[in-house]
């Protein structure tokens, strides 16, 4: 997501003041801002991030309500898979379900069968999923749940090849409760109606999500980049404000719930401006080919 920067710079300075005096930005919390202080936050933030807190809170709410439909309300549990999800994962564990963050990236183009993972990296990633309960003993012991691993797909190796590594004899050594989910076959026709196939392609959630970036060699240090607050990616003052501003946001649409008729218009604009030019595509396909040839070679 790239704001422009020069232009809500100024306007953070007396969000942070504002915002600053909360301790923690929660559905409690902003209700108990007095409604003309709201109003100075809401006209204070950019039409474009109130459009992606609006979407966020659409798509928890929906998700949600189709998943306790499925399986029951307290019947599963939702694995979130990298960042594209995260923060709609998290609104929906606000929402009473049981949500674990799962901070893995870059698996589109990973070679999974031959994946060797080092020691240290190894040892590192079964003391975090132990510490969220995401173990072969903790599966068994709620076999009646369905552990959900969702998240956004484009082409779906990211999901195929999260599943496949989870399901390794030395991690869930296939867990029959174990699923995956594509998050497009739970939104259904919004999926592209309301614009969300766009956003997740774009990454327009990233810089908001709950963990950070991580490759799969990198496991190593998996319990910085599980943490929002020690990921490498938000430390900045800015995407601080950000980042702040956006759930404050999502809470004050979920308590007025003016989400329904949500479109990102503002945001869809940028996308095809900064991303759908020709010479954008052609990058973008560029890319590809060289990711692709470079999997091609190491598996040789």
């Not at 202080?37 to 966020?56: C, D, F, G, S, V």
């Not at 990236?105 to 590192?124: F, G, P, V, Y």
Request: proline content about 2%; charged content about 30%; some cysteine.
């Amino acid at each position: 997501m790239s704001l422009n920067i020069q232009k809500i710079q100024p306007m953070f300075s007396d969000c942070h003041k504002r915002l600053n005096k909360i301790r923690k930005i929660s559905f409690e919390s902003v209700r108990k801002i007095p409604e003309n202080e709201k109003q100075k936050l809401r006209n204070a933030t950019p039409q474009r991030l109130i459009e992606l807190a609006k979407m966020n809170c659409y798509a928890a709410d929906k998700i949600k309500r189709e998943l306790d439909k499925q399986y029951g309300e307290k019947n599963y549990v939702i694995i979130s898979l990298g960042r594209s999800l995260s923060s709609i994962c998290e609104l929906i564990r606000l929402l009473g379900t049981d949500v674990l963050h799962l901070p893995m990236s870059d698996l589109r183009h990973t070679d999974i069968k031959n994946e060797q993972i080092q020691a240290n990296s190894e040892i590192m990633f079964k003391k975090y999923r132990e510490s969220i309960g995401l173990t072969r003993d903790e599966l068994e012991k709620h076999s009646d749940k369905k552990y959900i691993l969702i998240d956004y797909t484009h082409y779906g190796r990211s999901l195929d090849n999260a599943y496949d590594f989870l399901q390794r004899y030395e991690i869930l050594d296939n867990a029959q409760n174990l699923i995956k989910l594509p998050v497009c076959n739970v939104l259904g026709e919004d999926y592209t109606k309301r614009g969300f196939e766009k956003l997740f392609q774009f990454s327009r959630f990233k810089l908001l999500a709950m963990v950070g970036k991580l490759s799969i060699k990198r496991l190593s240090s998996i319990f910085i980049q599980a943490d929002e607050n020690s990921a490498h990616e938000y430390k900045g003052n800015i995407t601080k404000g950000i980042r702040k501003l956006f759930w404050f946001n999502v809470f004050d649409s979920m308590n007025n719930k003016n989400y329904k008729d949500i479109f990102p218009q503002k945001e869809i604009d940028a996308v095809y401006k900064h991303y759908m030019s020709p010479q954008a595509v052609r990058n973008y396909i560029a890319r590809e080919q060289k990711e692709v040839a470079k999997i091609s070679k190491n598996s040789k």
